[in-house]
């Protein structure tokens, strides 16, 4: 199981670009494959990037070639760097194990697109 903090959101323009981080605590997080995942108001949970515990990478259709998922072991640390955002990226960003633990949940950061 990972514990997580998730930080980088904010209020960004169509185009603009954020860097979300995510540190992860718990027992040997280069083990782990993990995920960014983001929920929409009014929409399920949807796991958006995806990198396994040897960096292989796997993004949804809707973000690949603009979202670049990343990992530093020794920082215990997974980034999402969002590229050309557009207003439907707008939601709730989560981390969390890929598969997801139900109890590794944190609290997300906002991201809203707009002008």
């Known amino acids: 199981q990972v514990q997580v903090v998730e930080s980088g959101g904010g209020l960004v323009q169509p185009g603009g670009s954020l860097r979300l981080s995510c540190a992860v605590s718990g027992s040997i997080f280069r083990l782990y494959d993990m995920g960014w995942y983001r929920q929409a108001p009014g929409k399920q949970r949807e796991l958006v990037a995806a990198i396994t515990s040897g960096g292989s990478t796997s993004y949804v259709d809707s973000v690949k070639g603009r979202f670049t998922i990343s990992r530093d072991n020794a920082k215990n640390t997974v980034y999402l760097q969002m590229n050309s955002l557009k207003p439907e990226d707008t939601a709730v960003y989560y981390c969390?194990?890929?598969?997801?633990?139900?109890?590794?949940w944190g609290q997300g950061t906002q991201v809203t697109v707009s002008p």
């Open positions: 969390n194990s890929d598969p997801p633990y139900a109890t590794s």
